[in-house]
């Protein structure tokens, strides 16, 4: 078992034991069911590549090359757009969260990426200071 597993082992064990169900939750099924979850506060994990460790499970399934596909989505197309995720990248989980007939999931991600011109403020402060530690990037849209 890799330390991911036992993380996420432990996770899951301490949101059955102490998690605490959402209230007045946002997101909603495509039926219009309020989606909840039970959650915990203050989790974290830390890994050292150098030592092999890796924080992605093994107990389950993960797509990890829709995941990144998502990832390019989000911060290289700067998109919302159903259309660009269905067909450059033939990933489909996100449909279920169109914003009505949008054909978008709305202002989030990478609506936020390209409304903000995150990716070229960070390449910018990189360039002008690589050590600098508010060389990170934030996808709260603080309008």
């Known amino acids: ?56 499970t093994t107990l389950r399934p993960i ?17 919302n757009s159903l259309e660009v995720l269905n067909s450059k990248y033939n990933v489909h989980y996100w449909n279920d969260w169109e914003v009505g007939d949008t054909g978008t999931i709305g202002e989030r991600y990478g609506a936020v990426v390209k409304k903000h011109d995150i990716i070229n403020k960070l390449l910018k402060q990189l360039e002008a200071n690589p050590w600098n530690r508010r060389n990170i990037i934030s996808l709260w849209d603080y309008q």
Not at 37 to 55: N, R, V, W
């Open 63 to 79: 797509a990890i090359k829709s995941a990144i596909k998502e990832v390019l989505w989000i911060y290289q197309d700067q998109s």
């Open 1 to 56: 078992m890799t330390k991911a597993d036992t993380i996420f082992k432990e996770n899951i064990e301490r949101i059955l034991k102490d998690g605490v169900f959402s209230e007045q939750a946002r997101p909603k099924y495509k039926d219009g069911t309020v989606a909840n979850s039970k959650y915990i506060t203050g989790a974290f994990a830390e890994y050292d590549l150098a030592k092999g460790e890796f924080p992605i």
